[in-house]
């Protein structure tokens, strides 16, 4: 069986960063890596799912929003795939940035959180949520702006 592209990249090589994961025509994966797979140290499912929410949320939101395709996070806890048409590599890091810097001082309410809106609304995490994102900042600060996977 044909693996799929994600299988391919060797993940004891990965840092966290961002990393384009794949191009389909117009359509550009990114890897949102928080952290370096198989180390233990993953996201905490409320976290991930408060984020999902927010970032979701304030991406859809964004100069971008019409090429938005997806935001979800990865099984292995380990970060997000962000699906871009149209993507522009050489604005991403900012533009993701700006992302997680709203994120990061998000107070309140967090978007869509109740039964009407939501299939688990009882695990959030904002706390949580908001940790991952100031890491991903720093991470972001110092991303290589190639955006190629660690060989």
């Known amino acids: 069986m044909k693996k799929i592209a994600s299988f391919e990249v060797d993940h004891r090589y990965i840092q966290p960063g961002v990393y384009i994961s794949r191009v389909d025509g117009d ?13 233990g140290e993953y996201l905490e ?19 971008i929003a019409d090429d938005v395709i997806y935001l979800g996070p990865m099984g292995c806890r380990t970060g997000f795939y962000l699906l871009l048409r149209n993507a522009n590599n050489a604005t991403l890091l ?3 940035t700006e992302i997680f810097q709203q994120v990061a001082a998000h ?5 869509g959180v109740s039964e009407i809106e ?9 706390d949580g949520a908001i940790v991952a994102a100031k890491g991903f900042l720093a991470t972001l600060a110092t ?3 190639s955006l190629r996977y660690p060989s």
């Open 94 to 96: 900012p533009f993701l």
């Open 107 to 111: 107070t309140g309410e967090v978007f």
């Open 45 to 63: 499912n409320a976290a991930i799912h408060t984020l999902e929410h927010l970032l979701a949320t304030y991406i859809r939101n964004s100069a």
């Open 143 to 145: 991303c290589d702006p």
């Open 118 to 126: 939501c299939g688990n609304c009882a695990e959030h995490c904002l």
């Open 27 to 39: 359509i550009t994966t990114y890897d949102l890596r928080f952290t370096r797979p198989n180390v």
